[in-house]
């Protein structure tokens, strides 16, 4: 997936290139432009890898397409850690950590499970307020930008509450 990513990435900094060569005057309407859709789906594929760059890179002040030296990094590391670990198994406890380890894991899902619900909860009660005040398309790419993070909290606890009953399993 981090190879599906450079073509977005590409497509996001010839966007910037043009934005800036228009002398930022690239305006046709709020909430949606027609050059942040690459942005879009950056985000919805490595959700996780720009939860962590992005703070960073505006702690640094880096904005684009500066940023982009702390997020390509960033989801390569992502992609090749979730495929670690898919690959060897979610966690390895000792006998001996076993049910601290579960317990950790079981907390982790919960409040992941806890952030996926309020984002959803809050998208949509984004969608009921003001979704017809936008077109179907401009509505959608919105809610699409909204729902990554619950997305992917539902997953990553998918994957926390896998984990936590292969540790539990340990003997």
């Known amino acids: 997936m981090g190879i599906v990513s450079l073509p977005l990435l590409l497509w996001e900094i010839h966007d910037e290139r043009v934005i800036v060569s228009m002398g930022m005057a690239w305006d046709p309407g709020a909430p949606v432009w027609p050059y942040q859709t690459s942005d879009i ?10 939860f962590v760059a992005m703070p960073i890179a505006n702690a640094l002040r880096w904005g684009a397409p500066s940023h982009h030296l702390l997020v390509v990094p960033a989801i390569l590391i992502w992609w090749w850690f979730l495929g670690l670990r898919l690959d060897q198994g979610l966690v390895a406890a000792k006998t001996s950590w076993r049910w601290p380890v579960f317990s950790v894991l079981v907390v982790l899902a919960a409040l992941l499970l806890w952030a996926a619900s309020s984002i959803f909860a809050e998208s949509f009660r984004w969608w009921f307020k003001y979704a017809e ?39």
């Open 133 to 171: 005040v936008f077109s179907p398309l401009n509505a959608l790419l919105v809610m699409t930008r909204f729902l990554t993070p619950a997305a992917w909290c539902a997953l990553l606890t998918l994957l926390v509450l896998a984990a936590a009953k292969q540790v539990a399993k340990a003997r």
């Open 41 to 50: 789906l950056l985000r919805l594929l490595n959700g996780p890898a720009y």
